[in-house]
């Protein structure tokens, strides 16, 4: 009997589903390893029991997190897809926005009696055995991990900077340039995505492993900053551990 697979979301817009999707025929190959029981975006029906969910999205409600905990008791393994399912995303910019100020930026005016929803990544509410990081993720990536967890190996993530993947590439530093960049306390495995098209990182990998030991951090104290520095604009696509 094929594994059988499920995709679920959350508070997301559900870019990392639409590109797993995105990789049509990979995608169609796929479907002759698995069996997909669960995926909103193509299909109706629940299954009673999955061997691998794969959950988008963060929490931002009670019923979002008695729904993920239903997920969670009928999964074998369970998936952070993406920054929002990493580290609460993009959505976590609500916890510094007082509700008058969100309101007006969503709607452009005050909204009577709105409730500010706080949401947090899934690891606050259930185990996740692995998780695919980035915003958007990376479909290959997705895949490699897939591969891993069928056939019993523990998925592994890059433990370097972002940092590296641009020296490779010979990218202009963008501290170089007087743009505060959050490549040396990134976790890599975007091949500097974002460099490579004139942006900086801005840190929806999350943070690599124990980055105040990084070798990169010399980068930061050669323009006069401190990991803490720049762990305090690390706030775009990631929520800080004191307000999980």
Same mark, same amino acid.
């Given at each position: 009997?094929?594994?059988?697979?499920?995709?679920? /979301?959350?508070?997301?817009?559900?870019?990392?589903?639409?590109?797993?999707?995105?990789?049509?025929?990979?995608?169609?190959?796929? !479907?002759?390893? #698995?069996?997909?029981?669960?995926?909103?975006? &193509?299909?109706?029906?629940?299954?009673?029991?999955?061997? &691998?969910?794969?959950?988008?999205?963060?929490?931002?409600?009670?019923?979002?997190?008695?729904?993920?905990?239903?997920?969670? %008791?009928?999964?074998?393994? $369970? +998936?952070? !897809?993406?920054?929002?399912?990493?580290?609460?995303? #993009?959505?976590?910019?609500?916890?510094?926005?007082?509700?008058?100020?969100?309101?007006?930026?969503?709607?452009?005016?005050?909204?009577? /009696?709105?409730?500010?929803?706080?949401?947090?990544?899934?690891?606050?509410?259930? *185990? +996740?055995?692995?998780?695919?990081?980035?915003?958007? &993720? /990376?479909?290959?990536?997705?895949?490699?991990?897939?591969q891993? !967890? $069928?056939?019993?190996?523990?998925?592994?993530? *890059?433990?370097?900077?972002?940092?590296?993947?641009?020296?490779? @590439?010979?990218?202009?530093c963008?501290?170089?340039?007087?743009?505060?960049? $959050?490549?040396p #306390?990134?976790?890599a495995?975007?091949?500097?995505?974002?460099?490579?098209?004139? /942006?900086?990182?801005?840190?929806?990998r999350? !943070? +690599?492993?124990?980055p105040?030991?990084?070798?990169?951090? @010399?980068?930061?104290?050669?323009?006069?900053?401190? #990991? %803490?520095? &720049?762990?305090?604009?690390?706030?775009?696509?990631?929520?800080?551990?004191?307000?999980?």
């Amino acid at each position: 009997m094929k594994p059988r697979i499920g995709f679920f /979301d959350f508070t997301c817009c559900e870019g990392c589903q639409l590109t797993i999707l995105n990789l049509e025929d990979e995608f169609l190959e796929l !479907l002759e390893l #698995v069996e997909i029981v669960e995926f909103r975006e &193509i299909m109706t029906g629940e299954a009673a029991a999955l061997d &691998i969910a794969f959950v988008e999205g963060s929490i931002a409600s009670p019923d979002e997190a008695a729904r993920l905990q239903r997920i969670r %008791e009928r999964s074998r393994t $369970l +998936v952070a !897809l993406g920054a929002c399912a990493d580290n609460a995303g #993009v959505n976590a910019l609500s916890h510094f926005c007082p509700p008058d100020e969100l309101s007006n930026s969503a709607y452009g005016r005050k909204v009577a /009696d709105m409730e500010q929803r706080l949401p947090r990544p899934l690891e606050c509410f259930v *185990p +996740v055995d692995a998780r695919v990081p980035g915003c958007p &993720i /990376d479909g290959r990536e997705f895949l490699g991990l897939l591969q891993a !967890l $069928l056939v019993g190996r523990t998925p592994e993530l *890059p433990a370097y900077a972002v940092c590296v993947e641009c020296k490779l @590439r010979e990218y202009p530093c963008t501290f170089d340039q007087g743009t505060v960049c $959050l490549g040396p #306390v990134t976790r890599a495995g975007c091949n500097a995505l974002c460099l490579a098209g004139g /942006d900086r990182c801005r840190g929806c990998r999350g !943070l +690599v492993d124990n980055p105040r030991s990084q070798p990169y951090r @010399r980068i930061l104290e050669q323009h006069g900053l401190t #990991v %803490e520095d &720049i762990l305090a604009e690390f706030r775009v696509f990631n929520l800080p551990p004191e307000k999980s």
